[in-house]
């Protein structure tokens, strides 16, 4: 079914063809304004020169000896005046008069000087829709003598028509004025906001049908006014979005990758198990203690593992939760990373002993490992790193805090964001995004307290 909308032309419905359309109604609309005072200044004109016409008749009149003139002389000057009948009246008295033998009946009386423009209009368009003649006893005062009142009887037919011929000729140049003027305004707004407003629906189009091809170009701003302000906002959303998307097909590459290496990995780490366990039997002093050390990091590989392939499939954390003591669980941190930092490594460790927390320990040990080893890896592995446990109002922080030379004020406010907030050669910017995730499944959140030349320390939350 064809809706109705479609049978306009396209061309009809663009934004160009409604301003060309409204600007020509505008003017259309000013011209009318504009003439309903015309037509009425036409008419008083119109009637103040017949009775100039009229005053001059009587001149030639008053120029006769007896101030009698023959018929076929009154006829002529009547003919000139253009009226049936002319008079002339001095301080209220009827000083000269011409007039026909058997003018017709008097229809209306025009008299000058007591009507407003309102009525003055009215009267205008009342006197141009007024069908058929009729006779008008029109008075003014003279022009050459304000105290000289002069009277024409006039036909109301002429003066119809030349209304209505002034009225042709307004309409007229009405239609020319429009069609000037909504072709320039039509040329100046297709120009400054049609096709700007064109190029940005067609980058608009262009990028939703494929937003991640990087060899299509965005829109670049060239503007300073609104239309470059929404060419920049739609280039930096643009930006983000594939950006974005440039990051999901990452994280998709990453859990697939994952999920391979995770197969492959508990393989190995079963092994690894198995060859612990076998060491732990054994009646050797020195594998006797270092074989629990042993035994708790391939546990603690394996856990991790899993974590990280529930994190690759973007399902929520699933907490065990354990009253743990901190204290402990920073010690752990620190045999975990101290081994690998090498001599250069200064640890100190502020935890009471009675700092206790109901968390799943693999998970907050995930959490302090990766944020101990970003600090160990900015300071190269040489420097001071400092775990210290504090009672907040509402929960329990956890600082960790670092010599090293700060974070890039680039790589600040994409932090916690996958792939986003690496400074190091290499890295890949999933160490804060894991442990953010881990402290909100617990709840609290992970926080950059301050960075800068003198090192930088992050707060890790957690709720009592």
């Given at each position: 079914m064809v809706a109705p909308g479609d049978l306009v032309p396209k061309t009809a419905r663009s934004l160009s063809a409604r301003l060309l359309l409204l600007t020509a109604l505008f003017v259309m609309l000013a011209e009318v304004l504009i003439y309903l005072p015309s037509i009425a200044r036409f008419r008083v004109v119109w009637l103040e020169e017949r009775l100039s016409a009229a005053h001059l008749a009587l001149l030639a009149l008053d120029a006769t000896p007896d101030a009698m003139v023959s018929d076929e002389l009154r006829r002529e000057l009547l003919d000139h005046a253009g009226a049936r009948g002319v008079a002339l009246k001095r301080e209220g008295r009827r000083m000269l008069m011409l007039i026909e033998d058997m003018p017709p009946a008097v229809d209306r009386l025009v008299e000058f000087g007591k009507d407003g423009p309102m009525m003055l209009m009215m009267d205008a368009l009342a006197a141009m829709t007024r069908e058929g003649g009729g006779l008008m006893r029109v008075i003014g005062t003279s022009a050459r003598?304000?105290?000289?009142?002069?009277?024409?009887?006039?036909?109301?037919?002429?003066?119809r028509q030349a209304m209505l011929?002034?009225?042709?000729?307004i309409l007229n140049l009405s239609i020319v004025i429009s069609l000037i003027t909504g072709a320039l305004v039509y040329v100046s707004l297709h120009w400054s906001i049609v096709r700007p407003m064109r190029r940005l629906t067609k980058s608009i189009a262009r990028f939703r049908a494929s937003p991640?091809?990087?060899?299509?170009?965005?829109?670049?701003?060239?503007?300073?006014?609104?239309?470059?302000?929404a060419e920049s906002e739609l280039l930096r959303m643009q930006q983000e979005l594939r950006a974005a998307l440039h990051q999901k097909t990452r994280l998709a590459a990453v859990g697939t990758a994952v999920a391979k290496i995770g197969h492959d990995l508990g393989n190995i780490l079963a092994t690894a198990q198995l060859v612990s366990d076998r060491l732990a039997a054994s009646q050797d002093p020195e594998v006797k203690r270092i074989a629990p050390r042993l035994i708790g990091a391939v546990?603690?590989?394996?856990?991790?593992?899993?974590?990280t392939l529930r994190y690759g499939n973007a399902g929520a954390l699933r907490l065990?939760?354990?009253p743990t003591p901190l204290r402990d669980l920073i010690e752990e941190v620190k045999a975990a990373i101290a081994p690998a930092a090498g001599e250069g490594l200064v640890w100190i460790s502020e935890a009471p002993d009675a700092a206790l927390a109901s968390v799943d320990r693999t998970q907050l040990f995930r959490a302090l490992f990766n944020l101990a080893n970003n600090a160990v890896q900015a300071m190269g592995g040489v420097g001071e790193i400092r775990l210290s446990v504090r009672t907040a109002a509402d929960g329990l922080a956890i600082d960790v805090a670092d010599t090293g030379p700060g974070i890039p004020v680039q790589l600040?406010?994409?932090?916690?964001e996958p792939f986003a907030g690496s400074g190091r050669a290499g890295g890949h910017g999933l160490g804060l995004a894991i442990a953010q995730e881990i402290a909100r499944a617990h709840g609290g959140q992970v926080l950059l307290l301050r960075t800068g030349d003198q090192g930088t320390v992050f707060r890790l939350e957690l709720p009592f």
């Open positions: 003598d304000a105290q000289t009142t002069v009277e024409a009887l006039l036909d109301a037919a002429p003066l011929d002034y009225s042709a000729r991640e091809d990087q060899s299509r170009p965005l829109i670049e701003p060239g503007r300073g006014d609104e239309i470059g302000l546990d603690r590989a394996i856990q991790l593992s899993e974590a065990s939760l354990v600040r406010e994409r932090l916690f």
